[in-house]
């Protein structure tokens, strides 16, 4: 099944749970017009003279399922005569496919278009005044919940990220389930500093965000190492040193996490606390250790973190850097007196999960 045999099944089980009824095989047949022969996720091909021809033989079906018609062509590269046949015959909405519905029946088009770079499509419903990119898309399954355009454009040009603020996206809108990565579009790309995801695609979205007016709130500051930004959030708000985000992460988490060693210093002199735990009892040890920070590491030690707070799984800072084989960071560990013997709740000592080239751990 291609794709979009795979979304017509889908908005096909959506307009029967809607409107009480099946599709005439004439409104399947239309459908089938408007998108068909997917190649892959994001390009498909359409018929526009068979949708006239099957309009002059039914002029019903705009009334009937042009919106469900153009939902399904705005989805695809390719399909642009189609959405603009629509749009001409008065065709100004899309079918919700969402409200009310079960995810697996959920289909959201200017979703779909934005993460596939479908611009032309998207431009033009925008300008026909179909809908904007201020769009926020329901659960995905495997991603958080209550996402705008904005979270799709981390780590892609930024063109993407310009498209969907010029177009109404707003990066203020919090999204949910994302865990430590933060809850805004900002956060989520600051979230990948120090890691094989930040790159120059990553910093130009956040200069784009902060350019057009995202909120620049203190756990992103210390994910950037922008001290002088700590500082100005600090000053105005003695609390913000203490600030509790998504998941419970502190700005120490966020600091430690990215290996922003200057604010980590920062925060320890001026009181930030040192074994501060989230949701799942994760201290910013464990965020240093899992990606390699040791200098933040042998900060965080010398004002008297615990070398061996374990999470609810049990699992040490140890355990986090042999897990993910950051050898150094586990080399650090060990030398600042870190256990090497304790278990997680499955059991495992660092020993068990360290990867091969952890090679002090297996001595």
């Keep these: 099944m291609n794709d979009t045999e795979y979304l017509l099944e889908k908005m096909t089980r959506a307009f029967e749970m809607r409107e009480g009824r099946k599709l005439t095989s004439l409104e399947n047949l239309f459908l089938r017009a408007t998108a068909h022969d997917a190649t892959d996720l994001s390009h498909a091909s359409c018929d526009v003279p068979r949708m006239k021809a099957l309009l002059k033989e039914s002029p019903s079906l705009l009334e009937t399922v042009g919106s469900v018609a153009l939902s399904m062509a705005a989805s695809y590269h390719g399909t642009l005569e189609a959405v603009r046949f629509l749009l001409d015959r008065g065709i100004n909405r ?5 409200t009310g519905l079960d995810r697996k029946h959920q289909h959201e088009p200017v979703t779909k278009a934005f993460y596939h770079g479908n611009f032309n499509t998207l431009r033009t419903v925008f300008e026909a005044g179909v ?8 659960a995905h399954v495997g991603w958080p919940a209550n996402t705008s355009l904005l979270f ?16 109404g996206a707003d990066p203020e809108v919090p999204f949910s389930g994302n865990g430590e990565r933060g809850n805004t579009p900002l956060q989520e790309a600051a979230a990948r500093r120090g890691t094989e995801r930040w790159n120059s695609m990553v910093a130009d979205t ?3 965000l902060l350019e057009h007016g995202a909120f620049y709130d203190i756990f992103t500051a210390c994910g950037l190492n922008d001290l002088e930004r ?20 502190t700005p120490m988490h966020w600091a430690a996490r990215a290996g922003s060693a200057g604010c980590v210093k920062w925060l320890l002199r001026n009181g930030a606390e040192v074994d501060a735990e989230t949701v799942t009892k994760r201290t910013p040890l464990h965020l240093a250790a899992e990606r390699g920070q040791t200098e933040p590491i042998r900060l965080l030690a010398e004002h008297g973190a615990n070398l061996n707070v374990q999470d609810k799984k049990g699992r040490t800072p140890l355990h986090r850097a042999a897990y993910e084989g950051r050898l150094e960071a586990a080399e650090v560990l060990i030398e600042l007196g870190a256990d090497t013997k304790l278990e997680t709740k499955n059991g495992k000592t660092p020993l068990q999960v360290a990867r091969q080239d952890c090679k002090q751990l297996k001595e």
Excluded: H, N
């Design 94 to 98: 899309f079918y919700d496919c969402e």
């Design 131 to 138: 809908t904007d990119a201020s769009v926020i898309s329901t």
């Design 152 to 167: 799709w454009a981390v780590g892609r040009p930024v063109e993407y990220t310009e498209f969907a603020l010029e177009y």
């Design 206 to 208: 956040v200069c784009a």
């Design 230 to 249: 700590v500082r100005e959030l600090v000053g105005e708000d003695a609390t913000a040193l203490m600030q509790r985000g998504e998941a419970k992460m």
